[in-house]
């Protein structure tokens, strides 16, 4: 089968390295599919549209304007050129190729016209939609789009592509049971037999192994970290979907504890309110690191015991975070600090690998911290760990996928 993913994440021709899109691309690719895989290419790497191939698979970069890391003008006019931008590249580039399934994430939420002109060719091309982010409602949870005045219109305008794109997708995969609520209460026009679950997934070989003692304390003793207590780990992006003034509330209350000690890793627009915050109290049993490489970070993790999740607890979609998945792998339990929507918590407690705590509870976080230090965290680790293996893997969604197009064609 020839198959066309389109995607925001300009990381993926780094095919070989470890992530929820390079993982299932390999998967296709070790299937014996042919890959033709567009991304982006920003205008701050000065790098032109070009095609690149790696054996079976074929990377279209397409030059655009800078829509990450970037002013609100530039990254607004920059989505609303993307669908355009990539249109005109396939045509250009792979407009020969017919393909039998189109793969596509969110964000963003403009690829319409794209995936209309993919299936030209081939009216039984299967559309699939990788439902990632569930926008624009989550920008309006957190403030940043409105439904009334001039936000309104905006608001309103990416509704109805969001609509759209509902509408062109053949199948739409979530990534939880509550996430197929969601889309289906929201969106009544939508037929429920197209629903279903895809999660976020990675290869069982990305799984790290578990660390001797020594190896622990080696790692731990780089980073200037206790060798001798459980240490409860934070890491990845600290924007405002994750609540980090919450964050900062729970990291004040438990600042000085002496039974256990919290780890903080990764960059963001919020970052710096979490070194204000550890310039001010001086935590002891806090420590805040920026972002570190991908290997050192993993490193880290895996000689901590518990993985801290946070959320925004003005969400009122159901979001499912891809650091839970690296916390499984590792066999670490979780504790997650989200809004009531979102199922991930639940879960954890359903099977045993995690708790749950409100994300505007700084009582009922320390109460969370002090069930988990109490528990066997090794068995909950490795609950996690088998809950990853029967939902989480590639083989998984590769399989939800290609259900359908034995049927399509």
Known sequence: MNVLFLTMVSGIANIETSGIYTDLMRKFCDKGHELYIIYPRERRLGLPTEVTNKGRIHFLGVKTLNVTKTNVLEKGIGQILLENQFKYALKRYFGNVIFDLVLYSTPPITFTKVIKYAKMKNQKALSYLL??????????????????????????????????????????????????R??????????????????????????????????????????????????????????????????????????????????????????????????????????????????EYDRLANACDVGLIFLDYRFSIPNYPSRLLSYLMKRKPIIAVTDPNCDIGTLAEEYGYGFYSPSNSIETFVKSIDKMLISDMRQMGENGYRFFLENYTTEQTYEAIMKHTVNAN
Not at 161 to 179: F, Q, T, W
Not at 224 to 248: A, E, H, S, T
Request: proline fraction near 7%; charge should be positive; glycine fraction near 8%.
């Open 131 to 180: 439902l990632k982010d569930i926008f624009p409602q989550n920008a309006v949870d957190l403030g940043m789009l409105s439904k009334r005045g001039l936000k309104g219109f905006l608001y309103r305008s990416f509704r109805k592509k969001e609509k759209e794109l509902y509408r062109v997708s053949d199948y739409i995969g979530c990534m939880s049971p509550a996430n197929v």
């Open 182 to 295: 969601y889309v289906l209460e929201h969106n009544p026009e939508v037929d429920p037999t197209i629903v279903e679950i895809a999660p976020n997934s990675y290869e069982v070989s990305s799984c790290s192994e578990s660390l001797d003692v020594f190896t622990v304390e080696t790692i731990r003793g780089q980073y200037g970290l206790p060798i001798d207590k459980p240490i409860f780990i934070y890491g990845g992006n600290m924007g405002k979907p994750q609540g980090i003034p919450f964050l900062i509330e729970c990291m004040k209350a438990v600042k000085n504890r002496k039974d256990c000690h919290f780890v903080i890793v990764g960059n963001g627009t919020e970052y710096p309110k979490l070194e204000s915050f550890v310039k001010e109290y001086q935590p002891k049993a806090v420590s805040l690191f920026r972002h570190l490489p991908k290997d």
